[in-house]
């Protein structure tokens, strides 16, 4: 073995022995669970443990609760994204201008939420989203409107969680569009300006597509994140009202670890890793095109 | 003096208003953990503190003694814990993925290439698949409940090697291999001349792990059975699940989670923010 | 490349280190000898005061973790999965059967400790023939009424059958248009659950392995909950949304307060709120007359797996003692789960009267390891059909659907004959 090879080895080996024995070795075991019955009975007894094909995903199938969080889950991908991805274009856009002074100042700030625990902050926005005492309806009051009940209409939930997130989350895909937008060519902009294009049109035809792909890159990994919303309904709204924030995430927690129906829980996770699987191959496509990996 | 141009007036507005309404959400958590108990609870809640009082944090922090007991919320040792936990996870990890990240970025062996793509495959799992099944290898291991245990999940850095390894790439071949003819061991090499040039993005990994375990959730909610190891994040989960209704107890210790956090990001934000994109962002 | 600052690196890990050794170690950390008891909600709240006496005399030193009861099932069973259970467990009646088939509970071995008991309460703790737990306190459903509103529409007290009540509750809305009558959380089961039980709705068929919820008299109970919101009666809301309940009742802003024992001392503790005079307490209204009500009630537990298990016992012997259950009355308002202790002059309080007669009414609770979760899941799809999200026929078939899908594995195992 050459001297390479010995230390390639040994730099790599210790970090490669970790993900084995906490992510290879578990996914493996959740496939197997995936297809049992374990639950609490089999904590019990090992005997009351049975194979069963297929079975955990057929029940799935059968439950509309799993289609709900599945649907929710879904919701919240579909609202979401949009929302944040044009927050944080905003942001980037409005950080970009010439002139606008103090940079760093906002960039700072407008980052911050990113950094905070989304426990704190989700505490913090369940009590800001409360009907009679939150800031909200009282600033919606200041101005004439009715209060809202933002938590505790089944119809408001995912859309006033998602506020919470995009403000939370925001920061991040701000400054990527940041640099992105740096690297514009200022010479077809200076051209355009001359030709007469108006701000809009100047968007439109040479921003637009010079950030397009890192735009689409974002919009794609922000889906596999949410996808994977648990802590917002976990701490906000415990999954309601009437199970409209209930997400595949949370379902899968409260049927594993609340009831320990680890099978079926297992079923889940896999869907889950199959919705992600998707996500990810079309960001590999993009990325490669870009030359991002 | 030349009067500022009106679009000039109405982006600069316009970014103190982001900015404003970014931070009030964090400006109101600080205020109310100030109000004495029950003043939010009317209607309308106030907008600043009638008096400023520490009782909130008093009772969040301090160990009281009522009817002869003593009650705690035992928020000081989660905030122990959650810094201990997210020391060991940076320090851990980062002894883990750098040499790993080097070693895949300028090290030639064999089955490097593979391992690569195992890795890059292995990005497309959501963490979430393993959980279920880790928690019952680490009954059998007897981590449930243990600081190794919360701490170990993290150091399954793949995102980490993967970033190391791409901000290697842009140390030049050419200093290595020079050291290496001049006889230097590759444990030489990478400590004495590579390190030194990686520091930045180190610095910056560093800050992403520690953030990344002391805002963690999910995994600490499942392991972590006892209230002793509790950390801050669940600590906090907790307590918000039975006092939903003390608006300023809970603001206090959201301020607790989210203070120290806050002060490392603004004390290191220049390098959080650089590492970002190496580089791009301009002051 | 940036400069390499090591001195500022260095000098926030080492603050880093230091701080968190400092901070972990300034808290209570467990003393050696200690045992661990876990509790939920006011017992959980309120266990430091009550076994400051214990270790005062003893010597042994208590642990205390406070669950909040909506995560306190997963806390129990992943506890119980890393065997990382407390030594003392105090759980409600209905998990007794459950943890005990799961293996957590030690069995009762002295008798001393399941003499004295309400027969109800006790056939609830066994397993298999043997008891698992000791129960501890009782905590049944009444009603709390403003006294003066109800004056105010001719009435002296809430009738006791549905059809008078909700006729009281008509008259008092059409008074007081813009408050309601009576609080009734969507999240909580209890009230919908006492309804059930005044029923008699039997809830399960077939060796408690299907739902029985389309039957007759469930869904009668049913009719009747669902009701009480069409008619502006109950506002829809969770209980994450009231903020101050007490506050709203002494405003007004409801009449009628279904609640526990534990009310009482709230109300004693915030008498400004709500004058002596103005409230009292009576029992739940049946279709013909008061019945069986929901209750949590909430039983002790020594671990299987308990580290100290003579210090455990010692402590359940002393919790359960009358004395100490009267203790707990007086602390946290919940009633005693000793006959012996009712007898007592502080059980002879006017005010607990009512409460004296629900507890002689046992109110039945099938055995089954899924009885929370059905119970939770029943709640769910009653608060859709409140919402008017589902029809009320299809809420039950729906209710039906959920119990005979969560009660699979029992099914699958009764048939099997490995469970009685």
Redesign the interface.
């Known amino acids: 073995m050459t001297r390479q090879q010995r230390a390639g080895l040994a730099f790599t080996l210790p970090v490669l022995t970790v993900i084995a024995l906490v992510f290879v070795l578990p996914t493996a075991l959740a496939l197997t669970l995936s297809v049992t019955?374990y639950?609490?009975?089999a904590?019990?007894d090992w005997?009351?443990l049975s194979f069963v094909g297929l079975g955990n995903f057929r029940?799935l199938a059968?439950?509309?609760l799993f289609w709900r969080a599945l649907g929710n889950t879904l919701a919240f991908a579909a609202l979401g994204v949009p929302m944040a991805i044009v927050a944080s274009l905003a942001a980037a856009l409005l950080l970009s201008d010439a002139t606008v002074r103090w940079k760093p100042l906002w960039r700072v700030i407008l980052f911050a939420p990113y950094v905070t625990s989304v426990v704190a902050t989700a505490v913090v926005w369940?009590f800001l989203f409360?009907?009679?005492?939150g800031l909200l309806n009282r600033a919606l009051g200041a101005v004439g409107l009715p209060g809202v009940?933002w938590?505790?209409d089944?119809h408001l939930s995912i859309p006033s969680i998602l506020l919470f997130v995009t403000w939370k989350v925001f920061g991040y895909n701000m400054i990527v569009f940041t640099a992105a937008l740096s690297a514009v060519s200022g010479e077809l902009m200076e051209a355009a300006r001359l030709d007469g294009a108006g701000p809009w049109r100047r968007f439109r035809h040479v921003t637009l597509p010079a950030i397009g792909p890192t735009l689409l890159l974002a919009a794609v990994m922000s889906v596999a994140g949410f996808l994977q919303l648990f802590t917002e309904p976990y701490v906000m709204?415990?999954g309601?009202?009437?199970?409209s924030t209930t997400t595949i995430l949370y379902f899968m927690?409260d049927e594993g670890?609340?009831?320990?129906n680890l099978g079926q829980a297992s079923a889940v996770a896999l869907v889950l890793f199959a919705m992600i699987l998707a996500v990810t191959l079309v960001q590999v496509r993009i990325g490669r095109r870009r030359e991002w990996l | 003096m030349r009067l500022p141009r009106p679009r000039t007036v109405v982006m600069n507005l316009a970014a103190a208003a982001a900015a404003i309404v970014t931070a009030a959400p964090l400006a109101w958590m600080v205020l109310v953990s100030f109000m004495p108990r029950g003043e939010s609870?009317t209607s309308p809640p106030p907008l600043w503190p009638s008096r400023w009082s520490l009782e909130n944090y008093h009772e969040l922090l301090a160990?009281r003694m009522?009817?002869?007991?003593?009650?705690?919320y035992?928020i000081?040792?989660a905030?122990?814990?959650s810094?201990?936990v997210a020391?060991a996870a940076t320090f851990f990890a980062l002894i883990l993925t750098v040499p790993a990240g080097y070693a895949f970025a300028k090290l030639r062996f064999r089955g490097r290439e593979r391992l690569l793509q195992m890795l890059l495959a292995a990005l497309v799992v959501p963490g979430q698949v393993a959980m279920l099944p880790l928690?019952?290898l680490?009954?059998e291991l007897?981590l449930?409940?243990t600081y190794a245990g919360a701490v170990l999940p993290s150091l399954a850095g793949i995102f980490a090697v993967l970033f190391v390894r791409q901000a290697t790439l842009a140390v030049p071949d050419e200093m290595i291999d020079a050291a290496r003819l001049d006889g230097a061991s590759e444990g030489r090499i990478f400590a004495v001349i590579v390190l030194?040039?990686l520091?930045?993005v180190v610095?910056t990994l560093a800050l992403f792990l520690f953030l990344a375990s002391w805002n963690d959730f999910l995994w600490p909610l499942?392991?972590l059975?006892?209230?002793?190891h509790y950390t801050l994040p669940v600590a906090v989960a907790?307590i918000s699940?039975?006092h939903?209704?003390d608006?300023e107890l809970m603001m206090a210790a959201s301020v607790v989670t989210t203070l120290p956090i806050l002060l490392?990001f603004l004390?290191?934000q220049r390098y959080y923010l650089?590492g970002l994109l190496g580089g791009s962002v301009k002051g | 490349?940036?400069s390499?600052v090591p001195s500022r690196?260095a000098a926030?890990?080492g603050a880093?280190?230091a701080?968190?050794?400092?901070?972990?170690?300034?808290?209570?950390?467990?003393s050696p000898g200690a045992i661990g008891f876990w509790a939920m909600?006011y017992e959980g709240?309120y266990s430091?005061?009550l076994?400051?006496a214990f270790t005062a005399a003893t010597g042994v030193p208590v642990d205390h973790?406070?669950l909040?009861?909506?995560?306190a099932?997963?806390?129990l069973?992943?506890?119980?999965?890393?065997?990382?259970l407390p030594d003392v467990v105090a759980l409600p009646n209905e998990w007794v059967g459950?943890f005990a088939?799961?293996?957590a509970l030690a069995p009762v071995t002295d008798p001393a400790l399941t003499a004295d008991l309400f027969p109800g309460a006790a056939a609830l703790t066994r397993y298999r023939g043997r008891p698992y737990a000791v129960p501890w306190s009782l905590s049944p459903q009444l009603q709390y009424y403003r006294r003066d509103l109800l004056a105010a529409v001719g009435f002296d007290a809430p009738p006791d059958r549905w059809g008078e009540w909700r006729a009281a509750a008509i008259a008092l809305k059409r008074r007081r248009p813009d408050d309601y009558v009576v609080l009734m959380y969507?999240?909580w089961w209890d009230t919908l659950f006492t309804l059930a039980l005044q029923a008699g709705a039997p809830m399960l068929r077939d060796r408690a392995t299907r739902g029985a919820f389309s039957e007759a008299r469930f869904a009668h109970a049913m009719a009747f909950y669902v009701s009480l919101f069409e008619l502006g009666l109950a506002p829809r809301?969770?209980s994450?949304?009231i903020?101050?309940p007490l506050a709203a009742f002494g405003q007004g802003m409801f009449a009628l307060y279904p609640n526990s024992p534990v009310l009482l001392l709230d109300l004693h503790r915030r008498a400004h709120l709500i004058p002596r005079e103005r409230w009292a307490v009576t029992r739940m209204p049946g279709p013909t007359g008061p019945g069986p009500v929901s209750s949590v009630s909430t039983s002790l537990a020594v671990t299987a797996r308990a580290r100290r298990p003579a210090q455990a016992w010692m402590l359940v012997r002393y919790l359960t003692t009358v004395p100490a259950e009267l203790r707990l009355q007086r602390l946290i308002g919940k009633l005693p789960a000793r006959p012996s202790a009712w007898d007592t002059p502080q059980m002879r309080n006017p005010l607990l009267r009512p409460f004296v007669a629900q507890a002689d009414v046992p109110a039945p609770s099938p055995d089954v390891?899924e009885w929370e979760?059905i119970r939770l899941e029943v709640q769910?799809v009653a608060?859709?059909v409140v919402?008017g999200?589902a029809t009320l026929e299809e809420g039950l078939a729906?209710m039906d659907r959920r119990a005979d899908?969560i009660l699979?594995?029992?099914r699958a195992?009764v048939d099997a004959g490995?469970i009685a």
């Open positions: 019955d639950s609490v009975y904590l019990a005997a009351n029940e059968d439950n509309p369940r409360n009907e009679r005492y009940d938590l505790g089944p709204t415990l309601g009202p009437a199970q927690f670890f609340k009831w320990w | 609870g160990r009522y009817d002869g007991a003593w009650f705690d035992r000081l040792p905030l122990g814990n810094l201990w020391a928690f019952l680490f009954r007897g449930v409940n030194p040039l520091t930045p610095v499942i392991v059975t006892d209230q002793h907790s699940r039975e939903a209704a608006g490392i004390a290191l650089t | 490349m940036a390499y690196r926030i890990v880093v280190a701080a968190s050794g400092g901070l972990a170690g300034c808290g209570r950390r467990r909600s709240d430091p005061i076994t400051t973790q406070s909040p009861s909506t995560a099932h997963e806390k069973l992943t506890a119980l999965a890393g065997d990382a459950e088939m799961a293996g969507l999240n809301a969770l994450t949304e903020q101050d390891v979760r769910l608060e859709r919402r999200l729906e899908r699979a594995r029992r195992l490995r």
